[in-house]
């Protein structure tokens, strides 16, 4: 448990239905995360850019082993830029999904 003093605490008007030293429910609080869609199209891109990564490693090892590929390094290069897409669009949309939380956190000072 944090232990912040009451002084570095602001006050937030709007969230005192909450009782004292009461955690609400994650899913059902008005500042969930849960409950954004962008937060879960976030954690899918994340999943996705993991496809990029496998594309990268085929295309390696088509090249190093067995009967070459081809065009082992165009599948490498659209792995990564696949992959780094992903990854990205994948941070800026869990960062947008969960900025109401923040925002909350920053308001109360909870942690939890």
């Known amino acids: 448990m944090n ?9 937030a008007p709007e969230r005192m239905h909450y009782i ?4 609400p429910v994650a899913y059902s609080s008005p500042h969930s995360s849960l ?3 962008a937060t879960w199209l976030g954690m899918g891109f994340l999943l996705t850019a993991l496809a990029g990564v496998g594309a990268v490693l085929f295309a390696v090892g088509a090249n190093s082993v067995g009967q070459q590929q081809e065009h082992w390094v165009l599948y490498s290069i659209i792995g990564v830029v696949f992959a780094v897409v992903c990854t990205v669009l994948g941070t800026v949309l869990i960062m947008k999904g969960r900025a109401p ?4 956190v920053k308001e109360t000072g909870r942690t939890q």
Do not use: H
């Open 101 to 104: 939380y923040n925002r909350y």
């Open 20 to 23: 004292k030293g009461y955690v």
């Open 35 to 37: 409950e954004r869609s």
């Open 3 to 11: 232990t912040m003093s009451s002084a570095k605490k602001k006050p």
